[in-house]
């Protein structure tokens, strides 16, 4: 017994709801509207079929250049080129094509309504490579780094927004992202060509964001790049009766700085480390694994204030 909301999904249609239900009832109807789709073709720049490649669906929004990102990916090996999706809600729209060899390049953009779309062509071109290796301040390679492609206008601040990274690029930049290896070489393929940013990100050692300019089917040498470690906190999580706080996080905010914060997971025995910190004053919090929602709004009494500096270790 009891009222129950309740919500229909089907592959090609919207979400349909069903309002307050009281169990028992009969005869409920729910009405759910035919999605739209897109159809195309993807072909080179000399008009020849690319058989295998990935489609990536993306939202254009009034008011912002910036897409947003769907979560919709679809994979396709025809020999003609030819895509269909549909699974559309109507809405405004942009394609983003990937295939090995080739440059990451977007479509045209167009309106979905209950219909589907035809003609939405793309064409891709050689890209272009990038190779270098990341090293330390004493010229030790660092093994592990992550760089990934990014636009002229990213910088570091992006990063430091509620939804951080999930937001993706300001000039849409189509993302590469390779790791380095134990000799800290990196070789990015396929890259779009023309002027951008690579990131370097490691777990121990500060972002660095550099220019690069790419060139269709050529390989750019960005030789050694210097990376620096930031600073390290470490210490223990224990109750106020002195009992070890196994399994919950502890997460370090930057104050003033935007919502700057990483979060640790506690081990076994309540010892925690967060490293590759910019100087600055940041609150520390530990909460047990029953209340780790509550991180954002901590007690002040359960929350420490802490200076750190780049490349300086503190206990906490």
């Given at each position: 017994e009891g009222v129950y909301g309740l919500s229909a999904q089907a592959e090609g249609f919207t979400n349909g709801r069903g309002g307050r239900v009281e169990a028992g009832q009969e005869d409920i109807e729910i009405i759910m509207q035919r999605n739209g789709g897109v159809s195309g073709r993807v072909t080179t720049a000399n008009n020849q079929n690319v058989q295998e490649f990935q489609i990536e669906v993306l939202r254009t929004r009034r008011g912002s250049q910036q897409y947003g990102l769907?979560?919709?990916?679809?994979?396709?090996?025809?020999?003609?080129?030819?895509?269909?999706?549909?699974?559309?809600?109507?809405?405004?729209?942009?394609?983003?094509?990937?295939?090995?060899?080739?440059?990451?390049?977007?479509?045209?953009?167009?309106?979905?309504?209950?219909?589907?779309?035809?003609?939405?062509?793309?064409?891709?071109?050689?890209?272009?490579?990038?190779?270098?290796?990341?090293?330390?301040?004493?010229?030790?390679?660092?093994?592990?780094?992550?760089?990934?492609?990014?636009?002229?206008?990213?910088n570091l601040e992006n990063l430091n927004t509620l939804f951080g990274s999930s937001l993706g690029d300001p000039n849409n930049m189509p993302q590469a992202k390779t790791r380095t290896d134990a000799n800290g070489m990196f070789t990015l393929e396929d890259v779009v060509p023309g002027d951008l940013k690579l990131h370097i990100q490691h777990q121990t050692h500060l972002d660095l964001l550099i220019p690069a300019h790419i060139v269709s089917d050529n390989t750019t040498d960005m030789g050694k790049i210097q990376i620096y470690a930031g600073g390290s906190i470490y210490g223990v999580a224990k109750t106020i009766q002195g009992d070890?706080?196994?399994?919950?996080?502890?997460?370090?905010?930057?104050?003033?700085?935007?919502?700057?914060?990483?979060?640790?997971?506690?081990?076994?025995?309540?010892?925690?480390?967060?490293?590759?910190?910019?100087?600055?004053?940041?609150?520390?919090?530990?909460?047990?694994?029953?209340?780790?929602?509550?991180?954002?709004?901590?007690?002040?009494?359960?929350?420490?204030?802490?200076?750190?500096?780049?490349?300086?270790?503190?206990?906490?």
């Open positions: 769907t979560g919709q990916t679809y994979s396709f090996n025809k020999n003609d080129g030819m895509f269909e999706i549909n699974d559309l809600g109507p809405g405004n729209y942009v394609l983003l094509a990937r295939s090995k060899g080739y440059e990451p390049n977007y479509s045209s953009g167009f309106r979905v309504s209950r219909d589907r779309i035809d003609g939405v062509d793309i064409i891709l071109d050689k890209g272009g490579n990038v190779t270098g290796q990341i090293v330390s301040e004493s010229g030790k390679p660092i093994k592990g780094a992550i760089i990934t492609t990014r636009g002229t206008e990213f070890i706080v196994a399994g919950g996080t502890v997460t370090v905010t930057r104050q003033n700085g935007g919502f700057f914060h990483k979060t640790v997971t506690l081990d076994a025995k309540g010892r925690f480390q967060i490293d590759g910190l910019a100087t600055g004053n940041y609150d520390i919090v530990a909460t047990a694994a029953a209340n780790e929602a509550t991180f954002l709004f901590p007690s002040e009494a359960d929350k420490q204030s802490i200076y750190i500096e780049t490349g300086s270790t503190k206990e906490v």
